[in-house]
């Protein structure tokens, strides 16, 4: 069969109004980087969907892996073309419905003739086409009102374009759209999936990962790694910001009330992340939280903790519960790593009662004995960065020569 495009519907882009242009460009972008590897691909842009010219199978291949995960997609079908004829269609309608020869289905056949000088009407391409394929397979039956599966053919100036597969894609908006946060990566459950939700808004992400050793391992780093990889994967890459955050925790252990460790550590990183947010230029921050949950996610100490920064802090799993966000952990191919047991700076130090309803003034209070601006510009500054996906280094051509 020869493949020559992919057909990408845009779904709750359509609904734009004089700036929709903007998002299907972003959208356009976005899919370019996603298929670098097989650059460059040739794009067309209408109104109401997208056509990504095909070459060869390789490049079809790569296409059909990738483009479920880039956001902005609604739907999408890959188009196969054939001679202007009757003969030659009956023959590609039949090795596309072959997708669904193991399973009873009901089937229609959807014709659109922009070339109106084909000989043949749409009532006469519908009834020919539609009997060639009822004949070949016999699990097959017409249904004219919501059938099961559309086999649409286009009739245009240079072939005949028949598709029937819809694939369904991300949906959400394009990565980049509105705008770029700050996303502080864990390494549980909870914070990729909170990337995720709100990628798929369209927000682009950097990450930021609080590290303590020797409290926490190399292993629970490279944990937080493979996260942020998993995320560049729906469109964009993802710089990861690991702050080294082993003398703030030491010395909030050392001042602070134990019931009050948990809140003012919160507290410092929110100071880091607002710090490297705006170093950055990002315009939030997002965090795994829902409310809750543990001990820092009751409504007080998400107050406390917002005491300290003007930003946005961006909450997008605020109202689910645990088992809603593994699912989507699942779904999106994050859980298995989250679970892997390596602890992180959030569950050192971490004191057998907490305290569930801390007072700002109180928090304040407390904090206020110690100067931890100094060690907060110390690991800003000496941060780390990671880029994602990491680019495999080209081979040395020259290698072994000498």
Same mark, same amino acid.
């Given at each position: ?9 845009? /779904?709750? +882009? ?14 356009? *972008?976005?899919?370019? &980087? ?35 995960? #880039? ?11 054939? *001679?202007?004829?009757? *003969? ?10 072959? $997708? ?6 009901? =089937? ?24 060639? #394929?009822?004949?070949? &397979? ?5 249904? #004219? ?9 286009? #009739?245009?100036? @240079? ?16 990565? /980049? ?12 459950? @909870?914070?990729?999936?909170?990337? &995720? ?38 469109? &964009? ?16 252990? *050392? ?18 992340? @607002? ?24 409504? !007080? ?19 689910? @519960? ?13 859980? !298995?790593?989250?679970?892997?047991? =390596? ?28 100067? =931890? $601006? ?9 941060? !780390? +960065? ?11 051509? =020259? !290698?072994?020569?000498?």
């Amino acid at each position: 069969m020869k493949w020559k495009e992919v057909l990408i519907r845009y /779904g709750e +882009l359509s609904t734009k109004g004089r700036n929709k242009k903007e998002f299907i460009s972003r959208l356009r *972008d976005n899919i370019r &980087y996603t298929f670098k590897e097989i650059s460059p691909l040739a794009i067309h842009t209408e109104r109401d969907r997208m056509h990504i010219q095909i070459e060869n199978n390789e490049q079809m291949a790569i296409l059909m892996e990738k483009l479920p995960k #880039v956001f902005g997609i609604q739907s999408f079908s890959p188009v196969a073309i054939c *001679d202007k004829n009757l *003969d030659a269609m009956k023959s590609l309608a039949i090795e596309i419905m072959k $997708d669904f020869k193991d399973r009873n289905i009901t =089937f229609k056949v959807e014709v659109r003739r922009s070339d109106k000088s084909f000989p043949h009407e749409s009532h006469e391409i519908q009834r020919e086409i539609g009997g060639a #394929v009822l004949r070949h &397979y016999e699990n097959l039956t017409v249904q #004219v009102k919501k059938p099961e599966v559309e086999l649409r053919i286009e #009739v245009r100036k @240079d072939a005949i374009y028949m598709m029937a597969q819809i694939i369904q894609g991300a949906g959400g908006m394009p990565v /980049g759209s509105n705008g770029k946060s700050l996303l502080m990566l864990s390494g549980g459950i @909870d914070s990729p999936v909170a990337g &995720y939700m709100m990628m798929k808004r369209g927000v682009r992400l950097e990450a930021i990962h609080f590290f303590s050793p020797p409290y926490t391992s190399q292993n629970s780093l490279e944990k937080v790694k493979v996260l942020a990889n998993e995320l560049s994967k729906f469109g &964009y890459k993802i710089r990861l910001h690991v702050i080294p955050f082993t003398d703030i925790q030491v010395l909030i252990k *050392d001042r602070v009330p134990e019931n009050m460790i948990m809140t003012t550590t919160r507290r410092m990183m929110m100071k880091v992340a @607002d710090k490297v947010r705006e170093e950055i230029g990002a315009l939030g921050i997002v965090t795994g939280e829902s409310l809750g949950q543990v001990a820092s996610q009751t409504l !007080e100490s998400l107050t406390a903790i917002n005491d300290v920064t003007n930003t946005p802090i961006l909450r997008p799993l605020i109202g689910y @519960d645990k088992l809603e966000i593994i699912d989507i952990a699942e779904k999106i191919g994050t859980y !298995e790593t989250s679970i892997q047991p =390596f602890e992180d700076c959030c569950t050192i130090f971490t004191p057998a009662n907490p305290k569930t309803k801390p007072k700002v003034d109180k928090v304040n209070y407390y904090e206020s004995f110690t100067d =931890f $601006d100094a060690l907060i510009e110390k690991s800003v500054q000496n941060r !780390e +960065l990671y880029i994602f996906p990491m680019m495999k280094p080209k081979e040395d051509q =020259f !290698e072994g020569l000498l």
